[in-house]
């Protein structure tokens, strides 16, 4: 009976061994990366502006909000 009080503790026990080994005995692969093809390049793309024009509150405004 004594196990079953501990579940939660054993289930972390064995998932962190678990996944250590999984950590451990795997081969990192290798980063490919395909430069090969064309590189295309926007120069007349101008980035979206947005413009917020909203006054800001005061603090009596925010007090009387709450």
């Known amino acids: 009976m004594n ?3 501990h579940m939660e503790a054993i289930f972390v026990g064995i998932a962190t061994v678990a996944l250590s ?3 451990f005995t795997t081969e990192p692969q290798p980063l490919t990366v395909a430069a090969d093809g064309p590189l295309i390049v926007h120069s007349d793309v101008k980035m979206p502006v947005v413009t ?3 006054k800001r509150l005061t603090a009596a405004e925010k007090a009387a909000l709450m």
């Open 21 to 23: 080994i999984t950590f």
């Open 3 to 5: 196990a079953l009080k």
């Open 52 to 54: 917020i024009a909203a």
